[in-house]
């Protein structure tokens, strides 16, 4: 560990980033602003998915959007802010079934320029989708190697709903709208329990199980101006299901970085069944940072002999399994940087029931490849918890992001590893802790994480709650509840 030094500019220090070279900083606030009610819905009664951002790389973007199948042509139009209207593109349409609802989901790949403020709406035939509603803005990625200062947010296991609905992932929703996030990306397990289009859903059809991402108060709200980068987790990992590749395209990211995005037939790893699986990795750049979105997964029904931990790795991080090489020459090909990775199983976890993943530990598997390659940063799911974990001997700090929505779990022991941790049991309603000051609510253990990168880091000190202080060279995190916004200085005085 680097010892702590001072910003030369006081005023800078509490919104130092990631930078080249990195401190941590994560923050817990019990101090929160109730999230913005949603605004009563003012668009076409065709539209079934509200138009959301994916693929946001470079000068790209790609709309997506649903719909009835009352028409069978839809189109984008988008221009800079203030002409909304002065481009159009055509739309692709892939047949999808919600519940047992026949519906279009529409994708339009635009050409841009980077770093570039637009604006857009989205047709069926000739009606316009959004009504009344306000013209949807974005911003497209920085050009790769640019130092300009951005934020993104990092959340996982989520779009899970009961009859009632989610009030913990509204909040979180509304949040990550106003948190200045310049895009998104998932640890994995999207839409509860199976990752089914019935699961991810629509603005209409609710119930248990049914529109836990595309419900009026879930995605639907930071979507259209926040892209999205999916991870996959073993809840959507089953056999033939391709809606997570169908509603999360990414065709220019995978193609810039020759990975993978697609369904494959594995065979037959601890004597699991063939099936048709998705394989799903790939890289882009943000800036002077390459993020890594990876695949360690596996389906929970189809184990063989193994377990999900031991035929993910059995699948994926084997020296010759193809996505171990793919991401072995994409780390030597990108050798200098700032370097992270998003995947669903844990390094580390102090959750029983999810635990520390240890066939992704050690020199000889995904731990080690990443360390060994610059890789600084890693973000995993799978437990529905908040840890922030010691910097491992492969120079890697893992976190563990689960708390988007699904139901939070506890924080069941404590190990040597274990920074700061934060749970809930839910059987016997009471937080849990590990090294931190214990929830005294469940919303605080719903969150997700905003981390930041600036040019001009000169030094940070990492906070969560109560102002404990870890010192560590890495990347600037702040971690937000499910209620809350913070009130005045959050990450600590």
Same mark, same amino acid.
Request: some cysteine; hydrophobic content about 35%.
């Given at each position: 560990?680097q010892?702590?030094?001072?910003?030369?500019?006081?005023s800078?220090?509490?919104?130092?980033?990631?930078?080249?070279?990195?401190?941590?900083?994560?923050?817990v606030?019990?101090?929160?602003?109730p999230?913005?009610?949603?605004?009563?819905?003012?668009?076409?009664?065709?539209?079934?998915?509200?138009?959301?951002?994916?693929?946001?790389?470079? +000068?790209?973007? &790609?709309?997506?959007?649903?719909?009835d199948t009352s %028409?069978?042509?839809? @189109?984008?139009?988008? *221009? =800079?802010?203030?002409?909304?209207?002065?481009?159009?593109l055509?739309?692709?349409?892939?047949?999808?079934?919600?519940?047992?609802?026949?519906?279009?989901q529409?994708?339009?790949?635009?050409t841009l320029?980077?770093?570039?403020a637009y604006?857009?709406?989205?047709?069926?035939?000739?009606?316009?989708?959004?009504?009344?509603?306000?013209?949807?803005?974005?911003?497209?990625?920085?050009?790769a190697?640019?130092?300009?200062?951005?934020?993104?947010?990092?959340?996982?296991?989520?779009g899970n709903?009961d009859?009632t609905?989610?009030?913990?992932?509204?909040?979180?929703?509304?949040?990550?709208?106003?948190?200045?996030?310049?895009?998104?990306?998932?640890?994995?397990?999207?839409a509860?329990s199976? +990752?089914?289009? &019935?699961?991810?859903?629509d603005l209409?059809?609710? %119930?248990?199980?049914? @529109?836990?991402?595309? *419900? =009026?108060t879930?995605?639907?709200?930071?979507?259209?101006?926040?892209?999205?980068?999916?991870?996959?987790?073993?809840?959507g990992?089953?056999?033939?299901?391709?809606a997570?590749?169908?509603?999360?395209?990414?065709?220019?990211?995978?193609?810039?970085?020759?990975?993978?995005?697609?369904?494959?037939?594995?065979?037959?790893?601890?004597?699991?069944?063939?099936?048709?699986?998705p394989?799903?990795w790939?890289?882009f750049d943000?800036?002077?940072?390459r993020?890594?979105?990876?695949?360690?997964a596996?389906?929970?029904?189809?184990?063989?002999t193994?377990?999900q931990?031991?035929?993910?790795?059995?699948?994926?991080?084997?020296?010759s399994?193809?996505?171990?090489?793919?991401?072995?020459n994409?780390l030597?090909?990108?050798p200098?940087?700032?370097?992270?990775?998003f995947?669903?199983?844990?390094?580390?976890?102090?959750?029983?029931?999810?635990?520390?993943?240890?066939?992704?530990?050690?020199?000889?598997?995904l731990?080690?490849?990443?360390g060994?390659?610059?890789?600084?940063?890693?973000?995993?799911?799978?437990?529905?918890?908040?840890?922030r974990?010691?910097?491992?001997?492969?120079?890697?700090?893992?976190?563990?992001?689960?708390?988007?929505?699904?139901?939070?779990?506890?924080?069941?022991?404590?190990?040597?590893?274990?920074?700061?941790?934060?749970?809930?049991?839910?059987?016997?309603?009471?937080?849990?802790?590990?090294?931190?000051?214990?929830?005294?609510?469940?919303?605080?253990?719903?969150?997700?994480?905003l981390?930041?990168r600036?040019?001009d880091?000169?030094?940070?000190?990492?906070?969560?709650q109560l102002?404990?202080?870890?010192?560590?060279?890495?990347?600037?995190v702040?971690?937000?509840?499910?209620?809350?916004r913070?009130?005045?200085?959050c990450?600590?005085?």
């Open positions: 560990m010892p702590y030094r001072r910003a030369r500019n006081p800078r220090a509490r919104i130092a980033v990631i930078g080249l070279s990195l401190g941590l900083l994560t923050s606030s019990t101090s929160f602003i999230a913005p009610a949603p605004v009563a819905a003012a668009y076409a009664p065709e539209l079934r998915r509200y138009p959301y951002l994916t693929d946001v790389i470079q +000068g790209y973007a &790609t709309v997506n959007w649903g719909t %028409g069978t042509s839809a @189109s984008v139009t988008w *221009g =800079p802010i203030g002409s909304c209207t002065a481009n159009s055509a739309a692709t349409s892939t047949g999808i079934t919600v519940g047992s609802t026949a519906e279009y529409w994708k339009a790949m635009l320029a980077p770093d570039t604006c857009y709406r989205v047709y069926l035939g000739g009606t316009d989708l959004l009504g009344s509603d306000p013209s949807p803005q974005f911003r497209t990625q920085l050009p190697g640019s130092t300009q200062s951005f934020s993104f947010a990092v959340f996982g296991d989520w709903v009859a609905g989610n009030s913990h992932q509204t909040n979180l929703n509304q949040q990550i709208a106003s948190s200045a996030a310049r895009f998104a990306v998932t640890t994995g397990d999207t509860y199976t +990752g089914s289009q &019935t699961n991810y859903g209409v059809q609710s %119930g248990a199980g049914v @529109s836990g991402i595309f *419900g =009026p879930f995605w639907t709200v930071p979507g259209r101006s926040i892209p999205l980068f999916n991870a996959t987790g073993n809840h990992f089953s056999n033939n299901n391709n997570g590749l169908i509603n999360w395209p990414q065709d220019r990211a995978v193609a810039a970085s020759s990975g993978r995005y697609l369904m494959e037939t594995n065979c037959c790893v601890n004597g699991t069944a063939s099936g048709g699986y394989s799903t790939y890289a943000a800036g002077a940072a993020i890594y979105v990876l695949e360690a596996w389906s929970e029904s189809n184990l063989g193994g377990s931990y031991s035929d993910d790795y059995a699948a994926h991080w084997t020296a399994s193809a996505e171990y090489l793919w991401l072995r994409d030597a090909a990108h200098g940087g700032v370097k992270m990775a995947f669903h199983y844990p390094f580390y976890s102090d959750n029983a029931g999810q635990s520390t993943d240890t066939f992704l530990l050690g020199s000889q598997s731990e080690g490849l990443l060994q390659n610059g890789v600084k940063l890693a973000f995993n799911g799978h437990a529905h918890l908040y840890e974990n010691k910097t491992s001997s492969f120079g890697v700090t893992s976190y563990v992001s689960g708390g988007g929505g699904g139901a939070v779990g506890a924080i069941d022991h404590c190990s040597p590893f274990d920074a700061y941790g934060i749970g809930w049991s839910s059987s016997s309603n009471v937080g849990k802790a590990c090294n931190a000051p214990v929830p005294s609510s469940v919303t605080q253990v719903y969150h997700f994480l981390p930041w600036a040019p880091w000169l030094g940070q000190r990492r906070h969560d102002q404990r202080h870890h010192r560590q060279p890495g990347h600037a702040q971690l937000h509840g499910s209620g809350p913070c009130r005045g200085q990450v600590g005085q």
